[in-house]
C-alpha cells in the first residue's frame, strides 16, 4: 500500500519551498490567482522550481489556478515550467481533458459543505480531485474543515487530496478513519498568509507519516 501523500500550498519564499522539501513534502503549491493573498507572481515561481530541480529534490511544484482559460494556463506553464496544474474554481470538465491531452496532470478541486460538492465531480475525470471547504465568499485557504461524513460513498478517495483546516493537531484523527491519496494543508503550517512555520510543516509531514503506517500496519 503507497503512503499517503503530503502537499504544502500557497507557498511564496524560498526558505519555505526547501523547508517542505526537506521535511518531506510531495507536492509543493504555488497559488497563481491574482486574488488570493497567497498569489505569487510566475516569475518567482520558476525560480524555485529551478531550485527544486537544480538541487534534484524531489516535491513535486504544482500550479493552482482559478477559472483560467487553456491558453492562460499555457502562458503559466511557460513561465514557471510547471506540469501540475490545479484547477481551484468552476472550470469545465473540457478543460481539464485539454490539459490531459496536452501532457498535463490535473488536480481538479472540490468544495464540500453539507449534502453539498461543487461542481458536480461525476462529470470530471483528472488524474487527482481535491477536496476542500465550500465557502460562498473565498474559493479556498480558508482554515475552516468539513466533515469527511459529507462525501459521498462513491468518492474517490483513492485519487484525492483532503484539505480544507487540516493541521498536525487534527489529520492524524481523519487519516485514522480515511485513506486519501493525499493530503494538503496552507493555513495550517503558517504564521501568517503565505508565511510558513518550519517546525510545523515537519510536524505535519511527520505526523501524516505515523498516520499513514499506523493505518498500513492495521491492514495487514
Known amino acids: ?93 473540457a478543460l481539464v481533458e485539454r490539459l490531459q491531452k496536452s501532457g498535463f496532470r490535473v488536480i481538479k478541486a472540490v468544495r464540500i459543505g453539507p449534502n453539498k460538492i461543487l461542481p458536480h465531480w461525476r462529470d470530471y475525470a483528472p488524474d487527482y480531485f481535491l477536496c476542500d471547504t465550500l465557502d460562498p465568499m473565498q474559493l479556498g485557504g480558508t482554515g475552516r474543515g468539513w466533515k469527511v461524513e459529507w462525501l459521498p460513498s462513491d468518492f474517490p478517495l483513492e485519487k484525492t487530496f483532503l484539505a480544507g483546516g487540516l493541521n498536525a493537531a487534527n489529520v492524524a484523527s481523519i487519516l485514522a478513519t480515511r485513506r486519501p491519496f493525499g493530503v494538503d494543508t496552507s493555513s495550517g503550517v503558517e504564521i501568517a498568509p503565505g508565511v510558513k512555520d518550519p517546525a510545523q510543516i515537519k510536524l505535519f509531514v511527520d505526523t501524516v507519516r505515523r498516520a499513514s503506517s499506523l493505518a498500513e500496519r492495521h491492514t495487514r
Not at 34 to 60: D, G, H, Y
Request: aromatic share 8%.
Open 1 to 93: 500500500m503507497t503512503r499517503i501523500a503530503v502537499k504544502i500550498c500557497g507557498m511564496r519564499r524560498e526558505e519555505d519551498v526547501l523547508a517542505a522539501c526537506e521535511a518531506g513534502a510531495d507536492y509543493i503549491g504555488f497559488v497563481l490567482y491574482r486574488e488570493s493573498k497567497r498569489w505569487i507572481e510566475p516569475e518567482r515561481v520558476r525560480t524555485f522550481v529551478q531550485t527544486i530541480r537544480q538541487q534534484r529534490l524531489t516535491a513535486i511544484p504544482v500550479a493552482v489556478t482559478v477559472n483560467a482559460s487553456y491558453e492562460e494556463i499555457i502562458a503559466l506553464h511557460r513561465e514557471t515550467e510547471i506540469e501540475w496544474i490545479q484547477l481551484h474554481g468552476t472550470e469545465p470538465p
